[in-house]
């Protein structure tokens, strides 16, 4: 089956951390990224030039950001097979964001 793993972390997750500390959890990230079981992956941008967009009575709405206002905001996905919901919870286990104060939503994806 096919999951979703989505990455939330705080903005400055990585600034305590020293430069070999950084290096050492980008490599776990690019790991994951590397697992055969992985599908596809993407590191998100910050989340300050995002733009959000509604429609409202026929017209579009922009806001600037990130629509929630939270302390983590969306930082990644992976795209992963697994044979079910305990191998994705395995892997999302792996994320470095997770150790870092973050967290990793763990969702099925619907095929069509």
Known sequence: MRYALLVYARPDH????SDAEWDAA???????????????SARLAS?????SVRVAGGRTLLTDGPFADTKEVLG??????????????????????VRLG???????????
């Open 14 to 17: 990585g600034a305590a951390l």
């Open 102 to 112: 973050g967290a990793v939503e763990v969702r099925p994806v619907v095929r069509r």
């Open 26 to 40: 980008h490599a776990e990230f690019l790991a994951l990224a590397d697992d055969e079981r992985c599908v596809g």
């Open 76 to 97: 990644g996905i992976y795209l992963i097979e697994a044979a079910d919901l305990d191998e994705a919870i395995d892997m999302a286990a792996r994320v470095p964001a």
């Open 47 to 51: 989340a300050e030039p995002a733009t």
